[in-house]
């Protein structure tokens, strides 16, 4: 844990945070926090601080808390993601978060299991943890925004544009002719980047995504299973932008 993430409700009006669960356990056990330690803390989808440790024990930890007033920035990069094995999901959930997305956009494909849909990974309970574990390894606060979409067509044709405006709109393939960073460095806003299941998009999902404003971009001729990709790819394009910024 590299920042304390902290629900806005938690925090007291004199700026006291009471952790007594698997937080506070990671604090002592692993920290080994002590009264009068600072640590960096964050508030969920707001600002970062600094808190001191104030009291240790029973389970529990109590921290004094300052934040800063400016919110940093949300990732510039949004993900369409058709939906993986419930076991592949599981584990992408703190690594995107940890890479850096604002929004995940869950949508079904030619090649996507129909059971899938029916997994327990897809509730909130589950995912917001692993979220907010990504997050506090990355030092970031902004919780993505996670939906699903059963219909592929209807999310590319009618939703897309409210989810993720203005975005240079980027499909990963192995046919891509244009290297992925290449792709990504040209965006001017954000970048919104569909990654295709296990047996990648068929003819009609790239036609279908093509029309609709997306470049084909790849890493190279080989076929990656879809955690590999998604986080290899969302690392080529986060270091694009950062080079565009430079």
């Known amino acids: 844990m590299n920042l304390l993430l902290v629900e806005a409700r938690e925090i007291n009006p004199v700026g006291r945070v009471h952790v007594h669960d698997a937080r506070a356990r990671h604090l002592i056990h692993v920290l080994h926090v002590e009264p009068e330690q600072v640590i960096r803390v964050g508030i969920v989808d707001g600002p970062v601080g600094t808190g001191r440790v104030v009291h240790v024990g029973h389970g529990a930890v109590d921290l004094d808390c300052l934040f800063e007033t400016q919110v940093p920035a949300r990732p510039p990069v949004d993900l369409l993601l058709a939906l993986p094995r419930p076991k592949v999901l599981q584990r992408l959930w703190a690594q995107v978060a940890a890479l850096g997305v604002g929004r995940v956009m869950l949508c ?45 067509r209807v999310l590319v044709e009618d939703a897309l544009e409210d989810m993720s405006p203005g975005s240079r709109r980027i499909v990963a393939d192995p046919s891509g002719a244009i290297p992925l960073g290449r792709a990504a460095v040209e965006a001017t806003g954000r970048v919104l980047l569909a990654v295709g299941p296990e047996g990648g998009w068929n003819r009609f999902e790239l036609d279908l995504l093509a029309r609709h404003g997306f470049v084909c971009g790849g890493l190279g001729g080989r076929t990656l299973r879809s955690d590999t990709a998604c986080i290899a790819m969302l690392a080529v394009v986060h270091e694009a932008l950062r080079g565009r910024r430079q």
């Open 108 to 152: 079904n494909a030619a090649r996507v299991e129909r059971n899938y849909f029916d997994t327990h990974v897809l509730s909130e309970a589950v995912y917001r943890p692993l979220l907010l574990e990504g997050l506090q390894q990355a030092r970031d606060t902004h919780v993505p925004v996670v939906s699903v979409h059963r219909q592929f």
